[in-house]
């Protein structure tokens, strides 16, 4: 039986695997994604293609494209995959079904490898990104960044659009607009008591869609026509870049029936990142703290494998 199995291997997950490892437990990180959006690939078509966010651009000019940027935090997450990937038998790369307790002991059974067994259990999951229904969706891909700041440079004279109305995709909104030439804000609702979708209202090259749905996405190696409708209305918009933040699935499938969520499914932890059941942790997007980021993450995993480590001494 292991001291802790953690389920999950992105940053949350890695960050709580170097803590435990540096408090030499016997730890076992369970994953489909080791190093999750950390270490998300994807194709460039050309010299002048880049990321913005999780949306491939094209520029007319390569003069224009801008320097590659590496996400905050992306070092750190990589340390901590090494850390655990050459130590042998701390990493299993499989699917995580159900997570149960008896007695003391937590039941982990998994796809391929049968049940493992542990003292303690931290879901590091993650969340998976809404998808927005209209053809051509795969031009969008699915996020607005959780960087956006990062790339307001790119777009700076340029055309945009983000579609979603939740916090993360109004912030990301506000800092691109800040640098594009003109932004467009597209979803069925928002937020009109939002401080931050106040000041977009206000800003000049922001035009609100509220009411507006997407029915189409057009382009050819990458977006350049978001077709959006309300009702008879439908409105072309040419742009340089498209976002999509439709809002987050958390994956707690596996302890649905065993620990509190909200209401959207997020795992509730306190301010130890303790669950509902004693021994068991959570961090990073799986759960319903704010904010989805990669420094965020390693803060939560670093302290769920904390609390974790003093469940397993408090247990001798």
């Known amino acids: 039986m292991h001291d802790l199995i953690i389920v999950g291997g992105g940053a949350a997950g890695l960050a709580a695997a170097a803590y435990a490892l540096d408090k030499q437990l016997d730890v076992m990180v369970v994953y489909e994604n080791l190093g999750g959006k950390i270490n998300q690939k994807f194709t460039m078509h050309a010299d002048t293609d880049f990321l913005v966010g999780h949306i491939l651009v094209h520029l007319d000019t390569p003069e224009t494209a801008p320097e590659e940027v590496t996400r905050l935090g992306a070092e750190t997450v990589h340390e901590f995959e090494r850390q655990v990937t050459t130590q042998r038998g701390r990493a299993l790369f499989d699917r995580v079904h159900r997570v149960t307790k008896e007695s003391d ?3 982990v059974a998994t796809e391929r490898s049968g049940t493992l067994q542990a003292a303690a259990v931290i879901i590091a999951s993650g969340a998976a990104p809404k998808q927005v229904e209209a053809p051509g969706r795969e031009f969008i891909n699915h996020g607005i960044g959780y960087t956006p700041v990062t790339y307001a440079r790119a777009l700076a004279g340029k055309t945009a659009v983000v579609i979603g109305c939740t916090q993360r995709a109004l912030r990301g909104a506000a800092e691109l607009a800040r640098t594009a030439a003109q932004m467009y804000l597209v979803a069925p609702q ?5 401080p931050i979708f106040a000041v977009l ?3 000049s090259n922001v035009e609100v869609l509220e009411g507006y749905t997407v029915s189409e996405v057009t382009g050819t190696s990458s977006v350049d026509t978001v077709v959006v409708a309300q009702n008879d209305k439908v409105r072309r918009l040419s742009v340089d870049a498209a976002f ?7 994956n707690a499938a596996m302890v649905k029936d065993l620990v509190k969520t909200d209401a959207d499914g997020f795992i509730i932890v306190d301010k130890r990142n303790a669950t509902s059941v004693p021994g068991l942790f959570a961090a990073g997007d799986v ?7 990669t420094l965020i993450a390693i803060g939560e995993g670093a302290r769920a494998a904390l609390a974790a480590h003093d469940y397993l001494l408090a247990r001798g």
Request: proline share 8%; charged share 30%.
């Open 105 to 107: 002991v937590f039941k």
């Open 287 to 293: 759960t319903a703290v704010y904010g989805e980021h």
């Open 201 to 203: 209202r206000k800003r």
């Open 244 to 250: 999509a933040d439709m809002g987050l699935t958390p």
């Open 190 to 194: 928002f937020p009109h008591d939002d």
